[in-house]
């Protein structure tokens, strides 16, 4: 059981913007069907963490690995291709466009034969059937129409069809910054429910999240990031938020022998 | 069957039930962004034909397509810019410089005070004016991207630029009519359909509207240009090379304006530097009016021809109604107003 190999995983990342120093030597793993919560205070390194695996940054050094292959991302199409999504914070989605051309923005599909090839004619019928599968694969029935601009939705259907856009297409790991910062409590509820259910079909996920009691109730695992580096990985069995949030300011600092750094129930 | 349409149905009444009429017009508008421009149009026919009933007559429709058809080619360049939230201001310098690249190759080598580029066959001036009008396109596009300049400092900048240079280059001459190869004043020729007279460049331009709306709607490079006018960022983490959707706009623009270039030759008979020295601002007027934001990521090619036409409507049906210039100008733009307004409105739409 201790040998399983982790999904993803950075090792000594750094990444420095002029003077500010956002990550010092991170390391980082992601255990195959889990959730691994990320917190930390703000300018923990959060974000800048997760936006190297995203491909959003490039870290001055370190190492990546996504599925035991060592990576490096240039650009987010580079994460994406190794099958690493990730629903940012602002959701990158383009508010004028309907929901299937978000669902596929940057990777369309053409129509096939002649048509495609020659006059590059995308294919919107397929796409728009395949996003409406999408959708309802998630258990959003809310959206009535697929044809819909992305602006006429609420935050969290929005949040839905991001979610939905990164479950479509992430094939190793899914990433979410923040899902649940804008949002209001039912809102919040659906999301969070969103993401058990990518664990349910057994997709990792990686959730950074300032919501305590939300952490608490979805994730496996629980990376504390503080001062660019890992703090300690907890586990909601085997401590209390106060835990963390004294890990996360540093009131508490956990021996190595008393993290969760496998996966869970690996040390059992 | 049933199981599809019954959550459908829910959703339908709890969304009448908190729509005003005023919201539906809006929604209605937000999704049809070319509506409010047909509307203008067709009010606008109709009310200069209860003015003058010369107005609908077929030589002055034939003469109002071709008052459109060097604004209305010009605007489709300016249509895919503003769709990525950016302006062309150089649009009539690049335009200028391209017919002037053309006619100083296809004059005859024999005429006097010609440059020593002259007697070119008019097949390799066009093809060359065209190459330049890109290529100026591309000079607006590199310093755009490369030098992440905004677009109206950059092109306001190039204005100035391509003026000059086509001053310098080819000595401020204006090239006369007989001077010039047929070839190139081809555009300008016109054929019969009954009582119409329609020009070969209305053809080319409608061509070129119906090229690029398709390109608009249904390949990838056009869902692009939309995503990147409407959020850069969001377009940029959706695995989108904005800068490359970015540089390609600008470079096909110059195609689409040196195609314009040739049409204009036609069109006026001679080419001369000081052709059309309105057109930049008359192409962002027509899409303005057209229904696409100034702010990028919404609009369509359709909603541009009909600016195109409301703004020939609006001058040819106010003088055939006897009114002043000033008076035509004014309705110009108020016009614009009224159109940047309405944007705004449709805008704030809600779900």
């Known amino acids: ?268 | 069957m049933s199981d599809s349409a019954a959550p459908q149905h829910d959703l339908a009444e709890e969304f009448s039930s908190r729509t005003s009429p005023m919201q539906k017009i809006q929604s209605t508008l937000h999704r049809y962004p070319y509506l409010s421009p047909l509307i203008v149009l067709i009010a606008a026919m109709i009310i200069f034909t209860l003015l003058n009933e010369r107005f609908l007559l077929p030589n002055n429709l034939s003469l109002m397509t071709q008052q459109t058809v060097i604004v209305g080619t010009l605007a489709i360049a300016q249509t895919l810019v503003i769709l990525t939230a950016g302006i062309d201001l150089s649009i009539g310098a690049i335009m200028v410089l391209g017919q002037m690249v053309m006619a100083n190759l296809a004059v005859s080598a024999g005429a006097s005070n010609v440059l020593p580029i002259a007697g070119q066959s008019p097949v390799v001036a066009i093809i060359l004016g065209i190459l330049v009008a890109m290529l100026a396109g591309a000079v607006n596009g590199f310093l755009i991207v490369k030098l992440s300049l905004p677009p109206f400092i950059v092109t306001l900048g190039t204005l100035s630029i391509f003026t000059a240079l086509t001053l310098i280059l080819f000595k401020a001459r204006t090239i006369q009519g007989p001077e010039i190869p047929d070839l190139l004043k081809v555009m300008g020729n016109a054929f019969s359909i009954g009582p119409f007279q329609i020009m070969y460049g209305v053809i080319v331009m409608l061509v070129l509207y119906a090229i690029f709306a398709y390109i608009l709607r249904s390949t990838a490079w056009g869902t692009h240009i939309y995503a990147v006018g409407d959020d850069p960022q969001a377009a940029e983490l959706s695995g989108i090379n904005t800068k490359r959707v970015l540089f390609s706009v600008y470079v096909v623009s110059g195609l689409i304006i040196g195609i314009a270039a040739w049409i204009t030759i036609g069109r006026v008979g001679s080419a001369s530097p000081n052709v059309a020295p309105n057109i930049n601002l008359d192409t962002i007027t027509a899409v303005v009016i057209g229904g696409t934001s100034l702010f990028g990521g919404r609009g369509t090619m359709i909603g541009t021809l009909l600016g195109a036409l409301i703004v020939t409507v609006v001058e040819n049906g106010l003088a055939l109604a006897g009114l002043d210039q000033a008076y035509r100008v004014l309705a110009i733009g108020v016009l614009v107003i009224a159109a940047v307004a309405l944007d705004q409105w449709i805008r704030r739409v809600k779900s």
């Open chain 1, 1 to 268: 059981m201790t040998d399983v190999q982790p999904v993803l995983s950075g090792h000594n990342l750094v990444k420095t913007f002029g003077k500010v120093v956002g990550l010092n030597g991170a390391n980082l793993e992601l255990y195959p069907g889990e959730v691994l919560a990320v917190i930390g205070d703000n300018g923990a390194g959060k974000s800048t963490l997760i936006k190297c695996f995203s491909g959003a940054h490039i870290p001055d050094s370190g190492e990546m690995f996504v599925g035991g292959e060592s990576v490096t991302f240039k650009s987010t199409q580079e994460a994406r291709q190794h099958g690493v999504e990730t629903v940012f914070q602002t959701l990158a989605v383009s508010p004028a466009l309907d929901i299937a051309s978000n669902l596929y923005l940057g990777r369309e599909v053409r129509k096939p034969g002649f048509v495609g090839k020659v006059f590059r004619t995308l294919d919107k019928k397929g796409m728009r059937a395949a996003s409406k599968q999408h959708l309802s694969d998630l258990g959003i029935g809310t959206v009535q129409n697929i044809t819909q601009a992305v602006e006429t939705l609420s935050g969290g259907q929005r949040q839905a069809v991001a979610v939905a856009r990164a479950a479509a297409f992430g094939s190793q790991v899914i990433i979410l910054d923040e899902p649940t910062a804008a949002l209001g409590v039912r809102e919040s509820a659906r999301v969070l429910q969103l993401v058990k259910d990518l664990r349910d079909r057994g997709m990792p996920v990686i959730l950074i999240s300032h919501n305590m009691p939300q952490v608490f109730e979805v994730a496996d695992r629980i990376h504390v990031q503080r001062l660019g580096r890992r703090a300690a990985v907890i586990t909601p069995q085997t401590h209390t938020m106060n835990d963390a949030v004294a890990i996360m300011t540093g009131a508490l600092t956990v021996d190595e022998a008393d993290q969760t750094l496998g996966p869970v129930g690996a040390a059992a």
